[in-house]
């Protein structure tokens, strides 16, 4: 009497042997077959990959940094070309994006206005600077205590000169320093 287990792994090796004998032939079909499988099925791929991606975020994310360092110059590229083939699209998902996202516009706004004043010193904490604007309450604006282009005096762009202020009391201010 034959072992089961023998006869199937007996199977398994003639199937592997004929795969490896004729895989070069049979490209073409096996691409087309994948092909075919994928349009046909292409919601439950996309949702599995969707899943698998959630479940594996930081692999993910290290794999996507690791590309990225390796081919940089490439990336860059292409993420340029792509913005230049679909400039519509990239202009509608920016303005979507601010829209949901309007703390960190601020703060992208408030670091460009400072670097450009070179009024960032080295030693300032750009994470806490950037925490305090995506921390801002709604109807609140983060104001500098000690403008950065005061007439009397300029301040610097660090955490300890911001502080929340009700959007139309900011406003009002203007470039002006208050002593309270």
Sequence with gaps: MVNI??????????KKASYEKHKHKHKKQVAACSKRYYLANKEKIVKQEEVRRLANKEKFACARHERYIKNKEKVC???KL??????ERYRLQAKVWRQSNPQNGCAKTAKHRAAKLNATPKWADLDKIKEIYISCPKGFHVDHII???GVAVCGLHVEINL???IAKVNQSKGNRFTDV
Excluded: F, G
Excluded at 5 to 14: D, H, M, T
Excluded at 82 to 87: P, T
């Design 5 to 14: 287990e023998e006869q199937k792994e007996k199977v398994r090796q003639s």
């Design 77 to 79: 590229q292409q993420a």
């Design 82 to 87: 792509w913005r230049i083939n679909n400039d």
């Design 147 to 149: 403008p950065l282009q």
């Design 163 to 165: 502080q929340y202020l």
